[in-house]
């Protein structure tokens, strides 16, 4: 657990990894996205910043409050529906068109609606693709652009996903993606366990980037718009019961901004001789982090909302039992499906 005031120290020193930090914001039009990627803005040099989701007029909202923060940064919106892998493909050659490298991938896409298994053309469900087809694809699409960065100062390169660590589901490996068994619950359990899993397999590929999945806590955001009216009058008279359990919007940018920038979370070869390459230098209060493989400073991490580790109690036997590795070849097998699919419709974009 991390001191909110060493979250403060720590994202005020970001200035340290110096001027030019490129970071990509996927859902940033609203919540948790938009004061992780508010907060990067404000305390960062010159950084160039990416946000991603459907909602222009928010955009252009939050990019005229990030102008106001740091008159030296460069905020765009590319405007897209990354339930479509087809869609993750055409932003991610957008942004490879326009940046040689990329220093930070922070990930919010989502919503909470009640509707059943909601089938993309691609064959996956919407909301899987959000909390997680989608998430895999940005990082694997732009690992060329992370690699880049670990080779360039300040050699910092890192990829967030916030859904919900910990990893407390059981995963029907026969349906993995919940084609013939979904429900809302086993949605969030599998899309939540398998992003915990996939921290581990991408940082035991990529030694020189940081890999993490975060839980935000309790965060009052825009999360409910999509659930019926009784549905969101219900959620708001619970948000307010539990207003003293939430987490703050500044507070959740400043925490989020740490995880995605700290030291204590350090990939696991760091380039030598460049301190930056670990992530913000950490105080002497706090020691690297325990990552899910178990080992220290490992590259590969599981947090709670407050910047702890979190393990499910299944994820080591997962990762030894060979499930680990079954859900990353069905990761990639899905692409290879979701991709021929779309050169079949002519809809490679
Ligand atoms: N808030 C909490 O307490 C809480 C707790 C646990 C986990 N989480 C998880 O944290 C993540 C962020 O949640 P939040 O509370 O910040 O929600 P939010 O305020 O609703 O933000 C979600 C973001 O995702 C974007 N998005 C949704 N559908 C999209 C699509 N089809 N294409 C592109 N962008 C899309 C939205 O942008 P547009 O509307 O512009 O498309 C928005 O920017 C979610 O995965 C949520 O499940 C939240």
Not at 149 to 162: C, E, K, L
Not at 179 to 191: L, Y
Request: glycine fraction near 10%; include cysteine.
């Amino acid at each position: 657990m991390v001191s909110l005031e060493v979250v403060h120290a720590s994202n005020a020193r970001l200035k340290e990894l110096g001027p030019g930090l490129v970071a990509l914001f996927v859902g940033a039009t609203s919540g948790i996205g938009e004061y992780t990627a508010k907060a990067f803005v404000h305390n960062a040099i010159s950084p160039r910043v990416y946000i991603v989701g459907r909602n222009q007029d928010a955009a252009n909202r939050i990019i005229k409050e990030c102008e106001t923060a740091n008159k030296d940064g460069k905020v765009e919106f590319i405007k897209a529906d990354v339930s479509e892998l087809s869609e993750v493909d055409r932003v991610c050659k957008e942004i490879a068109k326009k940046e040689k490298h990329l220093n930070l991938i922070f990930q919010t896409q989502g919503n909470l609606n009640l509707r059943g298994r909601d089938e993309s053309s691609e064959g996956l469900d919407r909301k899987m693709a959000l909390n997680y087809y989608s998430r895999m694809r940005f990082i694997s699409n732009l690992l060329p652009l992370l690699r880049t960065a670990t080779t360039t100062p300040p050699h910092f390169s890192r990829s967030v996903s916030v859904l919900g660590s910990g990893g407390g589901t059981a995963l029907d490996t026969a349906d993995l993606d919940l084609k013939n068994t979904f429900t809302g619950s086993r949605c969030a359990g599998h899309t939540i366990t398998m992003n915990d899993l996939m921290t581990t397999e991408f940082a035991q590929r990529e030694s020189g980037i940081t890999f993490s999945h975060c839980a935000p806590g309790a965060v009052k955001t825009n999360l409910a718009r999509e659930l019926p009216f009784w549905a969101r009058t219900a959620t708001k008279v619970l948000y307010q019961l539990i207003t003293p359990l939430t987490v703050g919007q500044d507070e959740t940018g400043a925490r989020q901004l740490f995880m995605a920038t700290s030291g204590i979370y350090p990939p696991s070869k760091p380039v030598e001789g460049a301190a930056s390459a670990s992530g913000v230098s950490p105080d002497k209060t706090i020691e690297v982090t325990k990552g899910a493989s178990g080992s220290v400073g490992d590259g590969g991490y599981n947090l709670t909302w407050k910047g702890g580790v979190t393990n499910g109690k299944m994820l080591p036997e997962y990762r030894q039992n060979g499930v680990s590795k079954t859900v990353w070849e069905h990761t990639m097998n899905v692409f290879a499906r979701v991709e021929k699919i779309n050169q079949e419709r002519g809809n490679v974009k």
